[in-house]
Every structure is written in C-alpha cells, then in structure tokens.
C-alpha cells in the first residue's frame, strides 16, 4: 500500500465531494470581476485622454502597450497554472491588476501611462487564461457546458463597470478615486468567488501527475515535456486559435468601430450609435447565457457552424442596409452570431492532455486581433471606406462556419476520464 502522501488524489473525499454547482458559482464570479474591471477602465477613457491632453494616435500606442503585455504573459501562464494551480494564480494576478488599475488613475503622462498599461496587459491577460483553465476544469468535471454563462457574466461585469463609470464621469468622480474603489470592489468578488475554486491538477494526479510511485516520475515528467511540446505544433489547436482569432476580430471590431460608423458613416447621432452597441453587447451576453442549453441541443460544433452564418447575415445587413431597424437587427445577428466561439474554443482546448497549456495557447492566437485588427480596419477604411472595410467582417464570419468543426466535443478518454460525481464528458454529448 502507497504511503499516506502517495495516495491517490482520487481518494480525497473534500475534493470528491465537492459541490460543482459552488464550484461553478465561484468561477462566475470571478468572470464577472474581470469584466467589471476592464469596464471600469474603458468608461474613463475619454476623462483620461482630457486629464493627460493627448491626441487619439497617442492613446493608440499606448493602449498598444496594453496588448503586447497581455500577449506576453498568456502563453506563459498554462505552464503556470499546471505548476501552482489556476486558484492561486487568480488570486495572484487579481490582486496585482487591482493594484494597477488603481495606479493608472494617478498618472500624469503617456509615458507613464504606456507603462502603467503594459503592466495591466501583463496581469490581466495571465488572469484571463487561469479563469478560463477553471472554467474549463469545472465543466469537465461536471460534464457540462457552462462555459459560454462564464462569459456572459464577464459581458455583465463590463457592461456594469462601464455603466458605473458613466455614473462616475457624469459626477466628476476623480479617475483615481474611482479606479480605486472599483478595484476593490472587484478584488473582493474574486476572493469570494475563489473560496468554491477546485484543484484542476487533483485531475492529472487522478491520471498518473504527481503522487505516483518515485520510480515512474523521471519517465512522467519526460513524457509530459514532449505532451508540452506538441502542444504548440497541434494542428487541431492551431484550428481552434484561428477560429478564436477571426471571432474576436470580429468581436473587436464591433466594439472599435461600430458606433463610429453608424455615427459618421450612416448619419446616426451619437445616442443612435451608441444603441446600435449596445443592442450588439446585449445580443452576446444573452446569447452568451443561452449557450449551454443551445450547446447541449444542437452540439457545440453545429452551434459555433450557425454562429458563423449568423455574423455573415449580420454584417452584412448592418453596412448595406438603408433603414435603420434592420441596421439594428444586423447589429443583434452580428453580436448573436459572434458570441459562442470564444466559450467554445476554450471548452474545446480544455479537453486536449494539456488543457492548461491548449487554453493559453489558443487564448494567445485570439486575443493577437488586439493587435492586428483596429490598424488593419482603420487603414483599409482610410482607402475604401469604413462600411467597405466592415464588409470584410463577413468574410471571417464566414471562416468561423468552415472552421467550427474543429471545436467539436471529444471522447472523454482525451479529456482525461471520468470526473466528479461519476459523470463523463460523454455524458454532457449526450445532453
């Protein structure tokens, strides 16, 4: 018999017992601050640009500065969770992104402004992919796909901040003062959030990780040194990342430039443009809270398939159209269409060997749009136009169809077995 701290971590009767329903719980809220906290910055963007008296083209390279420190840290961050835990480093990377965003209200130039940024970049995209690689976890032990209700609370939590922030700004509420008491709200709704977190490492000791007998761990580790080298040459990981990466340009190209659009482009005023964003930011959350029982009915292939076919009728129907209803119906297709593939993706990523590894890596190919799509959109609309360059949306709608079925649901044996509860990823198929 194995000694007392060689047991198998299958016989941990806390772990075993655990309720996923808190378990999941937790990881929404913890998706909701994330979301909270982003909106929060995003809504003071036009006080910030006023308070530090710089021109849109600097606040681009600064914001720049955001997205190369988020694309740094996420494919480092897997090997990271694999090593201390998602919860823990949630706990880590939360706290730090709270602390920062607290900083970027005290700055008083774009330098320390692109600094301050590349800092939040770093942390907050590590925090991303561990919330996801959670995520990911719980629904497998679960058998469920409540993947795409994580995001839906993150569009909550946004849509919240950003909201409060209007709230701020229409009070004259100091950008310091309120980036401070944001952050803390926010830390503390991730803190509760991961008193329900679960040990996703507990499920690779279940399958032979740590706690096996000392003759076979040189041989373990040598094997799982190559599992992580393959992960980066996995054709069907490098499908789903460019699946993710068409459906957040898509995503991120409605949040850039679909308001100005509708304002400059379509003669809409600035309170008709900005509802066509909000109908689009509505339409992916519900979409979004709709996913798992559409996922579980159609499969999440088939779901992702008319997602894509759903962005090609919405962007289309919200440049050619001449009445402005259907503008705004357009917007509700496009938000609709685009909403599921991200949840996918990463569900999809999560049932590989490396779930944690495959979640940072496809999580990295997606969010690389943050730095290819608003200067490829703004340049080709300089040249033809923003409706035209908006046009091209539609064709990676399209891509997102064709490629869907690289996130379709595996057998549970790649997953890693049976989870809590008895229940199989098999068993959420059949769902």
């Not at 961050?77 to 709270?98: K, Q």
């Not at 003062?177 to 329900?196: M, N, P, S």
């Not at 509708?262 to 008709?272: C, F, P, Q």
């Not at 509700?332 to 999560?350: D, E, N, Q």
Request: hydrophobic share 50%.
């Amino acid at each position: 018999m194995a000694p007392p701290d060689q047991q198998p971590a299958r016989q941990d009767p806390a772990r075993r017992h655990r309720p996923l329903s808190t378990a999941g719980l937790g990881t929404a809220l913890v998706f909701t601050a994330s979301g909270t906290l982003l909106g929060t910055w995003v809504s003071r963007i036009p006080a910030l640009v006023k308070q530090l008296d710089v021109t849109a083209g600097e606040l681009g390279r600064a914001l720049l500065a955001l997205g190369i420190g988020s694309l740094l840290s996420m494919p480092v961050t897997g090997h990271i969770c694999r090593r201390v835990g998602s919860r823990t480093w949630v706990a880590v990377t939360a706290f730090v992104a709270a602390v920062v965003l607290g900083c970027v209200g005290l700055v008083d130039s774009l330098v320390q402004l692109g600094v301050v940024l590349f800092g939040l970049g770093l942390v907050y995209g590590s925090w991303d992919v561990s919330m996801n690689v959670q995520g990911s976890a719980v629904d497998r032990r679960a058998g469920r796909e409540w993947m795409p209700r994580y995001h839906a609370c993150w569009s909550l939590g946004s849509i919240a901040g950003a909201a409060l922030g209007s709230l701020a700004a229409r009070n004259d509420v100091p950008i310091g003062v309120h980036f401070t008491i944001a952050a803390v709200g926010a830390a503390v709704v991730t803190y509760i959030g991961l008193l329900g977190y679960v040990d996703e490492r507990a499920d690779h000791r279940d399958q032979g990780g740590p706690g096996r007998p000392r003759a076979d761990e040189q041989a373990g580790e040598q094997a799982g040194q190559r599992r992580r080298k393959r992960v980066t040459r996995n054709p069907a990981l490098l499908l789903i990342g460019a699946l993710t990466l068409c459906a957040t340009a898509i995503e991120g190209a409605a949040a850039d430039w679909l308001a100005l659009y509708l304002d400059t482009g379509r003669g809409l005023s600035e309170a008709s443009a900005a509802l066509g964003f909000t109908v689009f930011a509505t339409a992916m959350t519900v979409g979004r809270f709709l996913g798992t029982p559409l996922a579980g009915w159609l499969g999440r292939a088939s779901a992702v398939r008319i997602g894509g076919f759903l962005g090609v009728a919405g962007v289309l129907m919200t440049v050619l159209s001449p009445w402005v209803p259907l503008t705004y119906a357009g917007a509700l297709l496009w938000g609709a269409g685009v909403c599921l593939v991200f949840p996918a993706a990463v569900s999809a990523a999560g049932e590989t060997d490396r779930p944690a590894e495959s979640i940072a890596l496809v999580t990295s190919i997606g969010y690389g749009s943050i730095l290819v799509g608003p200067p490829l959109i703004g340049a080709l609309a300089d040249v033809v136009g923003m409706g035209n360059a908006l046009l091209t949306l539609a064709g990676l709608a399209a891509v997102v169809a064709i490629l869907a079925p690289a996130v379709r649901q595996r057998p549970a044996a790649c997953a890693g077995g049976t989870f809590d509860g008895g229940q199989s990823e098999s068993a959420s198929i059949a769902r």
